[in-house]
């Protein structure tokens, strides 16, 4: 497959997420029957020559219209448990409905920040969706919120969409929203250009962005896009962000050119997506001016360099890197726990082996276990 350079080009990918947001399928506690059949058509066509997975929201804001839950169900985290546990029910239904139409089987797969973080379940998940697809069933994916907490959770399927998309291998990434695009600035302003098309999420594309989610069903936002494309980039994934309140979104998208594209920033090795997608790091690790100057450069980080431990581990957690000013500079895979890192912290390899009580091993973090982010 030639590389995707536009939005035209997306039909061409050999498997694409196509990501539905709560305010697409629900409005006022009711699904949105004739939209989704309109979109399960084009989902079908699609079909013809690409493999579809589906990342669906819309559990708890289905669930707490039947449950008459205040707030859409989000008033409480006892709250949008109890609707998502309704909820799921209601939209396996409704998908397995507007799909059944087209002869296309639908399978639900819940999975909570845990099956995505954790390298053996990831893989797990990874089996499933291959096989899945297979099978001729079409997966649909949303985030089991009814365990889910707020310190355990994706937090929008916006993000999940993308980690969906690095453990099926797919191409390329459709975010479904109420808006066309990213902005130059908030698009209620005056002037506001659609951006087309954007090499690198960088500080300055993030700050062209609102956290706010406009339908209020949603837990997402810009911000929450962002960062899935984020995501996406450093596995070499396409994104791309499009309005789906329209009858034939994805036509709109496609054919029309309406949205923005996020191109692919590089092809990482598998492990590396895995590793730069990781959302929950357990703790934090601070490291001097020395010790970032040769992370630039490809090295490794060693205690010598450490200024600063937060948080609790253990060896092979996630932990996040920053640098002297507070900027994060990466993640990756500690080799001590913290108290070990703590009682290290500063010292040259010839000086740890008297606190351990054994040889220190040869990094803290080793580069073939560390991404930049």
């Given at each position: 497959?030639?590389?995707?350079?536009?939005?035209?080009?997306?039909?061409?990918?050999?498997?694409?997420?196509?990501?539905?947001?709560?305010?697409?399928?629900?409005?006022?506690?009711?699904?949105?029957?004739?939209?989704?059949?309109?979109?399960?058509?084009?989902?079908?066509?699609?079909?013809?020559?690409?493999?579809?997975?589906?990342?669906?929201?819309?559990?708890?804001?289905?669930?707490?219209?039947?449950?008459?839950?205040?707030?859409?169900?989000?008033?409480?985290?006892?709250?949008?448990?109890?609707?998502?546990?309704?909820?799921?029910?209601?939209?396996?239904?409704?998908?397995?409905?507007?799909?059944?139409?087209?002869?296309?089987?639908?399978?639900?797969?819940?999975?909570?920040?845990?099956?995505?973080?954790?390298?053996?379940?990831?893989?797990?998940?990874?089996?499933?969706?291959?096989?899945?697809?297979?099978?001729?069933?079409?997966?649909?994916?949303?985030?089991?919120?009814?365990?889910?907490?707020?310190?355990?959770?994706?937090?929008?399927?916006?993000?999940?969409?993308a980690r969906v998309a690095q453990a099926a291998g797919a191409d390329a990434v459709l975010l479904l929203s109420d808006v066309d695009g990213l902005y130059d600035r908030d698009p209620?302003?005056?002037?506001?250009?659609?951006?087309?098309?954007?090499?690198?999420?960088?500080?300055?594309?993030?700050?062209?962005?609102?956290?706010?989610?406009?339908?209020?069903?949603?837990?997402?936002?810009?911000?929450?896009?962002?960062?899935?494309?984020?995501?996406?980039?450093?596995?070499?994934?396409?994104?791309?962000?499009?309005?789906?309140?329209?009858?034939?979104?994805?036509?709109?998208?496609?054919?029309?050119?309406?949205?923005?594209?996020?191109?692919?920033?590089?092809?990482?090795?598998?492990?590396?997506?895995?590793?730069?997608?990781?959302?929950?790091?357990?703790?934090?690790?601070?490291?001097?001016?020395?010790?970032?100057?040769?992370?630039?450069?490809?090295?490794?980080?060693?205690?010598?360099?450490?200024?600063?431990?937060?948080?609790?581990?253990?060896?092979?957690?996630?932990?996040?890197?920053?640098?002297?000013?507070?900027?994060?500079?990466?993640?990756?895979?500690?080799?001590?726990?913290?108290?070990?890192?703590?009682?290290?912290?500063?010292?040259?390899?010839?000086?740890?082996?008297?606190?351990?009580?054994?040889?220190?091993?040869?990094?803290?973090?080793?580069?073939?276990?560390?991404?930049?982010?």
């Amino acid at each position: 497959m030639k590389p995707i350079a536009s939005l035209a080009d997306l039909p061409r990918a050999n498997r694409l997420v196509i990501k539905v947001g709560s305010a697409l399928l629900v409005e006022q506690g009711r699904p949105r029957s004739a939209w989704l059949a309109t979109l399960a058509a084009e989902i079908a066509a699609l079909r013809q020559a690409t493999q579809i997975i589906l990342v669906s929201s819309g559990a708890i804001a289905l669930g707490a219209a039947k449950l008459g839950l205040p707030h859409g169900g989000r008033g409480s985290l006892a709250d949008a448990q109890a609707a998502a546990s309704v909820g799921q029910v209601e939209l396996a239904r409704l998908w397995s409905e507007a799909l059944g139409a087209h002869a296309i089987t639908a399978a639900q797969m819940l999975v909570t920040l845990g099956d995505l973080e954790d390298r053996r379940r990831y893989l797990n998940a990874s089996a499933t969706l291959g096989r899945l697809l297979e099978a001729g069933a079409l997966p649909v994916v949303n985030e089991n919120d009814s365990v889910a907490t707020e310190e355990i959770r994706f937090g929008d399927n916006d993000r999940l969409a993308a980690r969906v998309a690095q453990a099926a291998g797919a191409d390329a990434v459709l975010l479904l929203s109420d808006v066309d695009g990213l902005y130059d600035r908030d698009p209620r302003e005056s002037g506001a250009e659609l951006i087309p098309c954007v090499e690198g999420v960088t500080p300055e594309i993030i700050a062209m962005a609102s956290g706010n989610s406009g339908s209020g069903l949603g837990s997402g936002g810009m911000r929450a896009k962002l960062q899935a494309a984020r995501i996406a980039e450093r596995a070499g994934i396409a994104l791309a962000i499009g309005n789906g309140t329209h009858r034939s979104p994805i036509a709109r998208v496609f054919e029309k050119g309406i949205g923005t594209l996020f191109l692919p920033q590089r092809d990482a090795s598998a492990r590396e997506a895995w590793l730069g997608g990781r959302l929950a790091p357990a703790g934090v690790i601070t490291v001097d001016a020395g010790c970032a100057a040769a992370l630039e450069n490809g090295a490794s980080v060693l205690a010598a360099g450490i200024a600063e431990i937060e948080g609790e581990f253990g060896r092979g957690d996630l932990v996040a890197i920053h640098g002297p000013n507070g900027a994060r500079f990466g993640q990756g895979l500690i080799e001590y726990t913290a108290g070990e890192c703590r009682a290290i912290l500063g010292l040259r390899e010839d000086q740890q082996a008297a606190k351990l009580g054994y040889a220190p091993r040869a990094a803290v973090i080793h580069r073939d276990h560390m991404v930049r982010t």
